[in-house]
């Protein structure tokens, strides 16, 4: 039987028993059928619900241990068993408290069982990136096929458009590759004979033809979900905190229930029934059902209030990895930049540059050229059309507009045309500060300089500097160049720059950083999925892929850098409500035991099982009070601009 059905057979059956639970002291509200109902209720629930629990405490007591699943089974065992007993003799039963601690419990597994599936479909979702078939040319003949019928060694054609099949090296063709979704960096890669292709690319404008020489499981992208695999594996389980407290709390209460029927019905020569009371009261007021509530209640609270920040937390055990983050490792484009180049300087007569290159850039797909044509429709300029259009291979393109001869392209075009002295200087400062320089000209002088770059996203210089105010150290691991990297990390005021990564070496990065402390990584590419699972503290931004969000523990749903702060403010913040809340229950058991094994009887203060269980339902009851206070908590952020 399945987690889910489990749990809703638990809370369904439950309802009728918490209904009389709190209507009978206001309005004397019964059920039907007396102590029969409850009974049968309960029955179902301990057969159908309850056995795997009862199953797992045993193979923990023969290994001699205890857990989360002990404290279950002693108590909805105690209670359910008591009740019977406490029926038949006609005393108060309590068979809601078994049931309730049962649909609680099951409620944290539905939970659990979600994060599980989250975690496989991220593997899913690489493997549907693959190209499904390609065309492949063999002796001479052109022939359409399924990737894994590709072998190493054939020659592969890829038009316009068309997903790149697996690794190779190309053979004839020019085109510019969109390589974002595996290398994550958004500035589409010009490629030409002699250059590497990666499998489930997109070729842009040209036709190509490569030589496979990497299939099946050697390609990058197989080897980026092998990773993710092994990284989410190799996550060992997190000890929960009511495991560790209960592998000592258990044996102790059975202990102390044991001594107080002995000590009561042999030392003391009390009846059966009285002494049995007492060892029962001893059992139930340390019954788990406040802990049972401490950490879902507080995980649904605190993860429901993110999710109106517009940061979703994935699980506990990102909460409790939240605590004692020393570093925190950003990727560069989409995550800390925009993910788009804009175009930032334009150096001469602004209009009149804009006019040129938009004119010539109308027809290209380069997304230099969409920078370009995105500038001047903003400007609202009117764009000429281009005559006599002419490609310059691998430097820029040439037309005439408005009657004269003008031309726009990269640094290997100054080899064909003078630079003036007062423009040299302006390509040396932008060439600095990482931005790639466009130059347009017209007859055969350069008449000015467009500057492209991604830039830095606007909230990205303060979610830095509150991090850091927090003493945190900032890392920023990219693919870009070291040039690129370091001039964006010195506008936004990263502390450490590691650049030219491939993908594939991303998570060891992090783990080399683990060397040093908890480490949280903050990305949105496929890429980054590895990374994102090794980190302590995955963050996915979420304009990423679904590959990043799904490997991330926190998902930023804004897109806003300065969420990372407050996600690790809050996932703290909740961590210590569950801690306050696990003092809590326990605090009634701690106080409440020896009053249960009537220690102060002799000066007429005992504890029944009946206000064992009323001392119980107020633990649950603070427990349920500080999660809910949790969305009043002041969540600190610290925003501080150098």
Known sequence: MSVKTRFWTSLILSLPMIA????????????????????????????????????????????????????????????????????????????ETAAVVVAFIMLGQVFEERMRDSASNAVAK???????????????????IPVSEIVVGDHIRVRPGEKIAVDGVIEEGHSTIDESMVTGESMPVEKRAGDRVIGATINSNGTLTFTADKVGGDTMLSQIVEMVKQAQNSHAPIQ????????????????????????WFVLLGSGLATSLIFAVSVVVIACPCALGLATPTALMVGTGRAAKMGILIKNGEVLEAANGIKTVVFDKTGTITNGKPVVTDVIGDEKQILTIASALEATSEHPLASAVMVAAKERALDVPKAENFKAIEGKGVAATVAGQAAFVGNDKLIEDHQLPSELAGQVTALQDQAKTVVYVGMGDAIIGLIAIQDAPKTTSKAA????????????????????????????????????????SDKADHVKALQAHGKVAFAGDGINDAPALTVADVGIAMGSGTDIAIDAGGIVLVKNDLSDVDRALALSKKTFS??????????????????????????????????LAGLAMAFSSLSVVTSSVLLNKAKINTRVKLA
């Open 126 to 144: 690489l493997m549907d990136l693959q190209a499904k078939d390609a065309e492949v040319i063999r002796n001479g003949k052109a022939q359409r």
């Open 240 to 263: 929960k905190l009511t495991d560790k407290v209960s592998d000592i709390f258990v044996p102790v209460v059975l202990i102390l229930a044991i001594l107080t029927f002995w000590v």
């Open 464 to 503: 830095i500097a509150a991090l850091k105010s927090r003493g945190l150290k900032t890392v920023m691991l990219t693919g870009d160049n070291i040039r690129v990297a370091k001039a964006i990390a010195a506008q936004v005021g990263i502390d450490e720059v590691i650049a030219d990564v491939l993908p």
């Open 20 to 95: 009389q639970m709190i209507f009978h002291p206001l309005f004397g509200f019964v059920l039907p059928g007396g102590d029969w109902t409850p009974l049968i209720l309960t029955t179902i629930i301990m057969a159908v619900t309850a056995v795997p629990f009862w199953q797992s405490a045993w193979a923990s007591f023969t290994k001699h241990h205890s857990n989360m699943d002990t404290l279950v089974a002693i108590g909805t065992a105690t209670t359910y068993f008591y009740s019977i007993y406490a029926m038949f003799t006609h005393q108060s039963v309590f068979f």
């Open 577 to 610: 409500r569950i801690k306050l809340n696990l003092f809590w229950a326990f605090i009634y058991n701690v106080l409440g035991i020896p009053v249960a094994a009537g220690i102060f009887y002799a000066l007429g203060v005992t504890l029944s099982p009946e």
